[in-house]
């Protein structure tokens, strides 16, 4: 397989679109990004050339798989509050962490939980409703974009669901309109193939929910006695609340990585609220994107298995869900967890945190280290060297990676299959 080659319709594991279209060759474990890549998976692919020893260390001296699983497990076995954090995999490896979490009772919490939580506190609070890629691609005539350029983050995100010809139900998606909300930098993917600009409201992140709630009042005929909101004059406003009301099919769209202020929870539960208050007139969705690093994937599994979103111990034999308690950064920094368990098997710029305590990191070769950790197993990299599942950005689909090369790399579930046997 890792003879040179080159692959159609491979599925892009960087970012929560999974695009399912990249062409890619590889020469023998080099991977190059030839068609239909973007400014983070062309870099990301060619990243993954091997760089690092492929062997496990255990106190920094290589060491064989068995020998690092049998010394995690004895740090495992130690520990009084394991902490599995990073939690960057896939399914696979996400069901094998929970099942050895379950284990040794272990708190769980993803790298990337701060902003995945924004959205999930609000949803366990008002709930939302939302729309798949899918739908958004073949219905929406308005897409809302707020608070984000999206492209930073999703690059091909309007390629795919905006600008695209084709829709399934008639649809001209080049007429689409768009509105950007915020003080985004790249509006430039928004301008449509007939040359039409976007409509920029600019408003500063942090008042972004003042100018929601405005809305929302003149939606609901609510009388408001002020010249603007979130700096944004009242005309303005209410022209944006007529654009928004006369929409077919409104998609609002937001990142909420990108909603990096105090209790942006709050924005997003206003956004949500807007949303349900455009439903009394006209149909109107959220589209929420994350799933990088898969914590889209690691959310839903863990979701599944317990019943409730990451930051939940297993501490007691049944979980305890607690945002705040059990945050990893916290636990670590008031030292209430006395061993560290990071997964990070995408990246290598997703590194453990800073910590004095026994530290394990099934991680991609080359991975940046703070410090030599007492054990490292370099791990293979799903939907490259080994085929995976992964949740795509809106949840609805569960998305298959094919193997691209030959690896001499356990997966994270074979990694964690290894510890849990000799944890017995
Ligand atoms: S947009 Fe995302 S999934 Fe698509 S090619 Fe770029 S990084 Fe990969």
Redo the contacts with the bound molecule.
């Keep these: 397989m890792s003879a040179n080659l080159q692959l159609d319709d491979v599925?892009?594991?960087?970012?929560?679109?999974?695009?399912d279209d990249?062409r890619v060759a590889v020469a023998q474990d080099e991977l190059t990004?030839v068609a239909?890549?973007?400014?983070?998976?062309t870099p990301?692919f060619a990243s993954l050339a091997p760089n690092g020893p492929a062997t496990p260390r255990v106190a920094g001296r290589a060491a064989t798989l068995r020998e690092a699983a049998t010394a995690a497990a004895a740090i495992l076995r130690q520990a009084r509050q394991p902490l599995f954090a990073g939690l960057g995999t896939d399914v696979g490896g996400m069901r094998q962490a929970l099942e050895l979490a379950d284990r040794c009772g272990a708190v769980l919490d993803h790298m990337n939980a701060e902003s995945t939580l924004r959205n999930l506190l609000a949803l366990q609070d008002e709930g939302l409703i939302a729309t798949t890629l899918s739908e958004a691609r073949n219905r929406a005539d308005l897409m809302l974009i707020v608070g984000t350029d999206v492209v930073s983050r999703?690059?091909?995100?309007f390629e795919?669901v905006v600008w695209n010809p084709e829709t399934l139900f008639g649809l001209n998606g080049a007429k689409r309109e768009v509105v950007y909300l915020g003080e985004v930098v790249n509006t430039a993917p928004g301008v449509a193939p007939d040359g039409r600009l976007p409509w920029v409201v600019s408003c500063a992140p942090s008042r972004l929910g003042e100018l929601i709630g405005a809305l929302r009042c003149v939606l609901a005929d609510r009388p408001m006695d002020a010249r603007g909101a979130g700096g944004v004059p009242m005309d303005t406003v209410k022209a944006l609340a007529d654009k928004l009301r006369r929409a077919r099919y409104g998609v609002a769209v937001w990142t909420s990585a990108d909603f990096s202020f105090p209790h942006a929870e709050l924005v997003v539960q206003s956004l949500c609220e807007l949303i349900k208050e455009l439903n009394r007139e006209t149909r109107f969705c959220g589209l929420p994107l994350a799933g990088n690093d898969g914590d889209v994937t690691a959310n839903e599994v863990h979701v599944w298995q317990t019943g409730f979103p990451f930051r939940t111990s297993l501490g007691r034999g049944y979980p305890e869900y607690d945002p705040y308690h059990h945050c990893a950064a916290r636990l670590l920094a008031r030292g209430e967890a006395d061993a560290l368990v990071w997964i990070s098997s995408y990246s290598d710029r997703r590194p453990p945190p800073p910590t004095d305590v026994p530290t394990v990191v099934l991680g991609r070769r080359g991975l940046e280290l703070p410090r030599e950790p007492e054990v490292f197993i370099p791990v293979a990299t799903p939907g490259v060297d080994h085929a995976a599942h992964l949740f795509r950005a809106d949840k609805a689909v569960v998305v298959r990676l094919g193997q691209l090369r030959e690896s001499p790399l356990p997966s994270v579930a074979q990694a964690l299959a290894a510890i849990e046997e000799a944890y017995s």
């Excluded at 599925?11 to 695009?19: E, H, T």
């Design positions: 599925a892009c594991p960087f970012c929560g679109l999974l695009c990249l990004v239909n890549g973007c400014p983070i998976s990301a999703y690059p091909r995100f795919r």
